[in-house]
């Protein structure tokens, strides 16, 4: 019953980090399962990650079916991100070990403060009159950062993608975010995947618990972001992100 309930309050989390602004489950997951079950850390980020593939499918396939998805340039960052976080772990795996994991816990609940102080009210029109070439350039380009960055430090890729798309690519916040779960539904994919090649299969009660809540969770969220508007999605969205950090520190704190 206790596992239950660690991994629904998880799903909760990460469902709606998902569903909201197409955060990582493992950002939200890994740390609970870590602290409060006492499971290895690469067994919980491999649940995290399985989590995260049909909480972002679901997330995606809402915002498509409402028109709130760029799958081209998706496609092109997408690629590039998955090459780049290839590169990123290889380059980590030569330097020095660096305690970074806190950095995309900061960045999430610095992220939820900015949409809540500075809104992203950039509108549709404005977003399809950039040339669809210099689109595509630029998806490139923040792919290889975002991807570097995710294979470098290990964490935050979801936040990266959305501060990218709304701050450099000028998505509004829809379709950033719809890009975004597009994008993580196929990273998520591959690194559960080698997860549970590499580590073999994890607890099967906690990750049937675990993807059943944060799907279900990033469902709502998907579907409640799509039918608000710019104001209310952007405090929606910050308030979830700045809750979220604020809560995963404290798991952290307790874990140290």
Known sequence: ???????????????????????????????????????????????????????????????????????????????????????????????????????????????????????????????????????????????????FICGFIGAGGGMMMLLILTSVLGYELKTAVGTSVFIMTFTAFTGAVSHFVIGGMPDLWCLLFCVASTLLWARVAARFANRASAVTLNRATGVVLAVLGIAILSVNYIKG
């Not at 596992?3 to 197409?22: D, P």
């Not at 493992?26 to 006492?38: D, H, Q, R, Y």
């Not at 772990?89 to 330097?95: E, H, Q």
């Not at 995309?104 to 500075?118: A, E, H, P, Q, Y």
Request: glycine share 10%.
């Open 1 to 147: 019953m206790f596992r239950f309930v660690i991994c629904f309050i998880a799903g909760i989390g990460a469902g709606l980090g998902t569903g909201f602004a197409g955060m990582s489950a493992a950002a939200v997951i890994s740390p609970m399962l870590i602290t409060f079950l006492g499971l290895p850390a690469y067994e919980a980020v491999g649940i995290a990650l399985a989590s995260d593939v049909l909480a972002s499918a679901v997330s995606a396939w809402t915002y498509g079916k409402n028109k709130n998805l760029d799958v081209k340039n998706g496609l092109v960052m997408m690629v590039t991100v998955l090459l780049f976080t290839l590169f990123g772990s290889f380059i980590a795996s030569l330097v020095p070990n660096t305690t970074m994991g806190s950095f995309s816990v900061f960045m999430t609940f610095l992220l939820g403060v900015k949409f809540i102080v500075k809104p992203v009210m950039t509108t549709k029109e404005a977003m399809n009159a950039v040339d669809g070439r210099k689109r595509i350039i630029q998806s490139v380009v923040s792919g290889m950062a975002v991807g």
